[in-house]
């Protein structure tokens, strides 16, 4: 670990660019109807972690808990509530001015969605459910695929066309413990975990708790 600062909970899935570290957050209630969310983007230096900026998002009704760059554009995504049929990705411009609300016709995940990256000319949306389930969209959001992929923790597309995704896991006693893991894109199950590292590849790293936060439920 080489830096650490505390930050409000829920501070959900981030993405990174030029320099600075983009984080979904949400100081309200997940998964309800309009009205109990209270959803940002907070800014922060990559460099030491300090906060340079926080933006107020309140097309993300349900709260606020991922956002990804793609094109000049961040695109956020979040919670859902029971007995909706379809998922939201809400747009910005860089200077987080509201352009457009995306639907992807998935039918119902459970929470919505946690986690979201654009790699290989698609979008990726990770998930929780039992089992967790990984969304696959085209640039138009247009669905491509509905996977048995637990990416609910993390996503990020590396430069190789292959996946870095978060894992984690909780022991009593211990708490909780999370780990980076290189994926591949498979055209039947979507990404498929490498069962090895390769040459000139990042492998799995382990982490520790303190850079681990709840998960909303």
């Not at 660019?17 to 998964?31: E, T």
């Not at 998930?127 to 990416?151: I, M, N, Q, W």
């Not at 990404?191 to 382990?206: C, D, N, Q």
Request: hydrophobic letters at 35%; charged letters at 20%.
């Amino acid at each position: 670990m080489v830096k650490k600062v505390a930050v409000a909970n829920h501070h959900g899935d981030l993405c990174y660019q030029v320099g600075k570290v983009y984080v979904a957050v949400n100081l309200g209630k997940f998964n309800e109807l309009a009205g109990k969310a209270d959803s940002w983007v907070y800014i922060y230096n990559a460099t030491d972690l300090s906060e340079l900026a926080r933006h107020r998002v309140p097309e993300v009704v349900h709260g606020a808990g991922g956002i990804a760059y793609h094109d000049g554009r961040f695109f956020l995504v979040g919670g859902l509530p029971k007995g909706f049929e379809e998922n939201y990705v809400y747009e910005y411009d860089e200077d987080f001015r509201f352009i457009k609300r995306h639907i992807i016709n998935s039918g119902y995940t459970y929470l919505g969605i946690q986690t979201a990256a654009y790699s290989r000319g698609h979008w990726w949306f990770g998930c929780y459910g039992t089992p967790s389930v990984l969304l696959e969209t085209d640039a138009d959001f247009r669905t491509l695929g509905k996977h048995t992929f637990d990416a609910a923790l993390g996503i990020v597309g590396l430069p190789d066309d292959s996946f870095l995704v978060g894992r984690g896991k909780h022991s009593p006693g211990t708490g909780h413990t999370g780990s980076a893991m290189v994926a591949d894109a498979d055209e039947k199950q979507g990404l498929v975990v490498r069962a090895g590292p390769k040459a000139g590849t990042t492998p799995s790293a382990r982490v520790s708790d303190a850079a681990k936060l709840p998960l909303k439920e």
